[in-house]
């Protein structure tokens, strides 16, 4: 086998691992972030399109972004829509 037919067969392996590690869920613990459990009828109206400005899931909790940043990996959807918004970097 050539080094470069190595290599190919590798690299899709390595982008799968890559792909894997994005997927690691975000911080949540449970304890401080029951409000952006809570809340969840507010945030999800942004994550349905409901509301325009991103940013706003922020607003649905007394901690704001802080509390979001620490929380948004309670649940999946959210974790993905933060993610992809790049909102907690
Ligand atoms: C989006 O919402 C945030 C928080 O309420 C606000 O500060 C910002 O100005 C808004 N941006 C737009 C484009 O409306």
Redesign the pocket.
Known sequence: MQPTAVLSLLLPLVAALAARQDQQPGPCDPEPCYEVIDSAACWSAVLMGQEK?A??I??CVPGGEEEMCRCYGCDSILDKFVVSHEMCS
């Open positions: 400005n940013t706003k922020f607003d």
